[in-house]
């Protein structure tokens, strides 16, 4: 869809301001889950209260697509500022309850902490949701929408949300609930104002025996059409992809922070492991812009065989390197740094594909069951790591994720041609920064 140079204004206006305030809002959560995980580590909470609230994250990832079937007949944006206002509330009244009974100050911290767990789908659907309205009216809008948005996540989270919410939690419950409670009143104040300039359809506008998956009536053809037929949006994809992503993922991370490390011999594992999250926050900012400058130069299509075939030949060339010579600390961080950038930057331009190929029922379907089945490729993942000893022997974990790269590489070549005469392109103007 062309649009005239007013409405391209509206439209990048809009996408800014909800940037803005998705960042002001998710800026609250990383300050307080910051804070939480700060709590653990100091013994003021227990740790399997933190391993039982992760566990319950894993588990709500699962029920994506029934949330899909809510939120999607809902405005993104007013689900968004629904969130926020909602997180505000939940922080009012735990920061009122701590004033007044000081002793219940650590279990506000963790009510507010797991209703929040239950409420965070809403908002990251939505998100998703808001792109894929942003893709209706302009797919080039909705890639930069998506590539500044993690870029900037990314640099929140790493950079800056952690160390302010360990600082805060050093100070007091009431210093972390009262920041949460003004950036989620600043997300929700901007959100509203990114309304006015544009304002997002609900996805859905269907009856819900159009629905289906997310309920309970869907054919049994639909479902494997969704799996099989989907091309590179496959949620079977997103199951691969994330068991693949797994072998170089956080126990990798330990390896590189820990063994690796050890081959500098001025370096221990403390400080092998704050370079090592120092370089991963650097891949994870630069992925998204890389993604969003492959995309213009190149279908989508190109974009994520070449992603996942370079992949897999780094992962098998470092394995290789690895098994014959032994990597340096330098080299390992060099890999850390390239695989984070191709991980974000096929995640964007896969996200944008999602967003613009499909419509209404079947994207809220693949999308979600896309969410699901990479939440259970990441438990897999995580389980084949464990049991291979990644974080002390990484070599088969890497030989694995290889080969899992060339097969994923090789499907999304075999599905794109399936079932797309073309590939989906990008008009190649530059479109403007968000």
């Not at 789908?121 to 009216?137: K, R, T």
């Not at 992925?287 to 213009?296: D, F, N």
Request: hydrophobic share 55%; proline share 3%; aromatic share 10%.
């Amino acid at each position: 869809m062309t649009l005239s140079g007013k409405a391209q204004a509206k439209l990048l206006k809009a996408r800014r301001l909800m940037i803005i305030g998705l960042i002001a809002s998710v800026f609250g959560n990383y300050v307080v889950n910051a804070g939480f995980s700060a709590f653990a580590a100091s013994g003021t909470i227990a740790v399997s209260a933190l391993v039982a609230l992760k566990t319950i994250e894993q588990i709500i990832v699962f029920t994506f697509p029934f949330y899909a079937r809510i939120v999607g007949k809902i405005s993104p944006d007013k689900a968004l500022i629904t969130v926020d206002l909602c997180e505000a509330a939940m922080s009012a009244i735990a920061l009122a309850v701590t004033f007044l009974q000081p002793q219940l100050a650590i279990g506000c911290l963790f009510a507010y902490v797991l209703i929040d767990a239950l409420i965070a789908p809403v908002s990251d659907l939505a998100d998703e949701f808001y792109g894929a309205a942003i893709a209706n009216v302009d797919e080039k809008a909705a890639l930069a929408f998506n590539a500044t948005l993690y870029s900037w996540l990314a640099f929140i989270g790493f950079v800056v949300g952690g160390p302010l919410g360990s600082f805060f939690a050093s100070v007091s419950i009431e210093a972390l609930l009262l920041t949460n409670l003004v950036l989620s009143l600043c997300g929700a104040g901007l959100r509203l104002f990114a309304r006015t300039t544009f304002a997002a359809e609900p996805i859905l506008d269907v009856d819900d025996d159009e629905y289906a998956v997310t309920g309970s009536r869907l054919p049994v053809k639909e479902f494997f059409k969704d799996l099989f037929a989907s091309g590179p949006a496959s949620p079977l994809l997103s199951l691969m992809i994330r068991i693949a992503s797994a072998m170089t993922g956080e126990l990798f991370l330990l390896w590189v922070a820990g063994v690796s490390a050890e081959r500098a011999s001025h370096l221990g594992a403390f400080t092998g492991m704050g370079l090592v999250l120092a370089v991963f926050g650097v891949g994870a900012m630069l992925g998204p812009t890389a993604g969003r400058w492959l995309r213009r130069i190149g279908s989508a299509k190109t974009v994520l065989l070449a992603s996942a075939l370079v992949s897999g030949a780094i992962l098998l060339l470092f394995g290789l390197f690895e098994l014959t010579v032994g990597s340096s600390f330098i080299l390992a961080l060099g890999f850390v740094l390239a695989i984070t950038i191709l991980n974000r930057a096929r995640m964007v331009v896969l996200e944008t594909f999602r967003q613009a190929e499909f419509k209404g029922t079947r994207f809220v379907r693949i999308m979600s069951w896309s969410y699901s089945f990479g939440a259970l490729g990441t438990i897999l993942g995580l389980q084949i790591g464990y049991w291979l000893h990644l974080s002390t022997q990484p070599v088969a974990c890497l030989f694995i994720g290889g080969i899992l790269w060339v097969c994923i590489g090789v499907i999304v070549n075999l599905n794109y041609t399936l079932n797309y005469e073309k590939p989906v392109s990008l008009p190649t103007t530059e479109s403007s920064c968000s």
